[in-house]
């Protein structure tokens, strides 16, 4: 019988589709669990994907009140062990937990949210920081922002930046026609309307646009154009989310506040060539990489667009990416914050 002091995981993140948030719990969590594999996931009872993590399950449901009581409840009479939380949120009565703030876009336009969503984030996010006995985050860019916002030590702090996950697609190419891959297209900081707002321009460059994205209650409702050169797909497997990308003559990701901007990381692993708007995140994260333009400035986006074909990294700077994002390192970083607090 294990002797090792216990470690438990905010599992509620299995209980969603995987985008960008709950892929970065999926890979941290495996690669945390293989330095110490008395880490356990916990999560509500029911059938979910647990992408081979090993798993307990206790109670129902898999929203907040499980989160928010459940889970607290539950580590209270299992010896009040250390809790790991990589989603963002967490059970605001347990004190012995680290959390992860992916960003603040809650805090940056009331558009891109709820009402209910922006007023829960904006209560939970600070006391959390507060609270917990370390913060996590992915980029130099938001523990920044997360110290500034809330006056928190950057000692306090700590960055285990994205990785690439594992990324399987089809050789064969999904469309017969040139087209560019829209990532997150329901949520409004994604920004996707400035690229489909370009339609007409880029009809004229024999370019579709093909967009995919989760609906949720949290974006509010959203309508697209009809139009013969833009297809909107809803939520897609893995394995054809990365066909698209791979087969794409480029991803465009034009969100002008993220975290990380992980699509970025996966399309230029796949050799995609990736245009984003130059922001100081995406310059942090991969330099000279992708293909920038300026700010919501159509003119310098098509100008951008010109660039894609010439504009690839190379092999190189490719291996040097792969070197610096990869869970196993991400994950050394968190277990030498968690061996301390752990007893």
């Known amino acids: 019988m294990s002797t090792a002091p216990q470690l438990y995981i905010n599992g509620r993140f299995l209980c969603c589709k995987a985008t960008g948030v709950q892929k970065y719990a999926i890979g941290l969590a495996n690669a945390l669990q293989k ?3 008395d880490a356990l996931i916990i999560l509500p009872v029911g059938d979910y994907n647990c992408y081979g993590l090993n798993v307990i399950k206790s109670g129902w449901g898999s929203g907040f009140f499980w989160e928010q009581y459940w889970l607290p409840l539950y580590l209270w009479f299992h010896s009040r062990p250390l809790l790991i939380n990589l989603c963002n949120t967490a059970p605001l009565l347990y004190k012995k937990q680290i959390v992860t703030v992916h960003d603040l ?3 940056k336009d009331k558009k891109w ?3 209910a969503f922006k007023r829960w984030y904006t209560y939970l996010i ?3 920081c507060k609270r917990a006995l370390a913060v996590i985050t992915v980029s130099e860019f938001i523990k920044k922002e997360i110290e500034n916002t809330y006056s928190i030590s950057s000692q306090k702090i700590n960055v285990a930046p994205n990785s690439i996950p594992d990324m399987e697609f089809d050789e064969q190419k999904p469309f017969p026609f040139h087209y560019l891959f829209l990532t997150g297209i329901y949520n409004e900081r994604k ?7 370009l339609l007409p321009e880029l009809k004229k460059k024999n370019y579709h646009i093909v967009g995919v994205g989760v609906s949720a209650a949290i974006y509010g409702k959203k309508e697209f ?3 013969e050169n833009l297809h909107i797909l809803e939520y897609v497997d893995e394995k054809y989310y990365y066909t698209l990308m791979r087969h794409a003559d480029a991803l465009v990701f034009p969100s002008t506040y993220e975290g990380f901007g992980i699509p970025v990381l996966e399309a230029l692993c796949l050799g995609t060539t990736a245009i984003v708007p130059d922001i100081p ?3 942090e994260s991969y330099g000279e990489m992708p293909v920038y333009y300026n700010v919501s400035d159509a003119e310098s986006f098509l100008k951008a667009l010109e660039k894609i074909n010439i504009h690839k990294p190379s092999q190189k700077d490719l291996s040097l990416l792969k070197n610096k994002y990869n869970f196993t390192k991400s994950a050394d970083i968190l277990f030498e914050i968690i061996k301390p607090k752990l007893r």
Do not use: C, T
């Not at 920004?191 to 707002?197: C, L």
């Open 35 to 37: 330095l110490y594999p």
């Open 105 to 107: 876009a809650f805090l």
């Open 113 to 115: 949210f709820s009402p």
């Open 126 to 128: 600070p006391r959390l």
């Open 191 to 197: 920004n996707a309307d400035f690229v489909i707002s």
């Open 225 to 227: 154009m009809h139009d």
């Open 281 to 283: 995140v995406y310059r």
